[in-house]
């Protein structure tokens, strides 16, 4: 997103001038400090200025491309994880082709008797299962799903940037978020392909990004 011209011209003056004071910078606009501090908050928190107590604000000297690659940097999975849709081993392929309906999802979790992570089905996995089964019933999706240690998985604080790159390089549609216990890992979140793109449309279009 384009700075307004005023917010241009701020950053022109503080390149200029600073370390400069907001009463400084609205003399050289003939504004008052009061109607320029939405325009010095939005460059403060996007990152073109840094303001420094008692001593004014500073031209970081950075582009809209850096600002935006710092952006990306501190984007963490814990910001936008999901609820984690979970069934049991013995749960059957007919339930859990219900559960991926009605859930409107793309990838399920399954877990042992102790809650914690044994495998995952995607919507191939229950598709492949159900072509010519006559009882979907009957068979229990452990026998299906991915089993560990063959699952990717992902931790709160991983960068959303890396866990997208190996979802695209393993061409994986959802991903568990996990905590490590001590005998396994528990589920406590999920991203997809989704959530990720959904983030980075927010990035851009100034709802994260604000410049």
Excluded: W
Excluded at 45 to 54: D, I, K, S, T, V
Aim: net charge neutral.
């Amino acid at each position: 997103m384009e700075l307004s011209n005023r917010q241009e011209k701020i950053v022109e003056i503080v390149k200029a001038n600073g370390p400069i004071t907001g009463e400084k910078i609205g003399e050289h606009l003939s504004l008052t400090r009061a109607t320029l501090r939405p325009d010095l908050a939005i460059l403060t928190m996007a990152g073109f200025l840094e303001a420094r107590p008692r001593v004014g604000y500073f031209y970081t000297g950075k582009s809209h491309s850096e600002l935006l690659t710092d952006k990306i940097e501190h984007m963490f999975i814990k910001d936008y994880q999901s609820v984690p849709v979970v069934l049991k081993e013995d749960s059957s392929v007919y339930n859990a082709i219900s559960t991926m309906f009605l859930e409107d999802i793309g990838t399920l979790f399954v877990v042992d008797n102790n809650g914690l992570l044994s495998g995952v089905l995607s919507r191939k996995d229950l598709l492949r299962a159900s072509i010519g089964q006559k009882d979907l019933n009957s068979i229990p999706v452990h026998i299906i799903m991915t089993r560990m240690p063959n699952i990717v998985m992902c931790k709160k604080d991983d960068l959303l940037i890396h866990v997208a790159r190996e979802m695209i390089d393993k061409g994986i549609d959802g991903l568990p978020v996990v905590k490590e216990r001590d005998n396994g890992y528990e589920v406590i979140g999920r991203v997809t392909k989704t959530t990720i793109t959904n983030a980075f449309l927010e990035l851009v279009s100034n709802r994260q990004f604000q410049v």
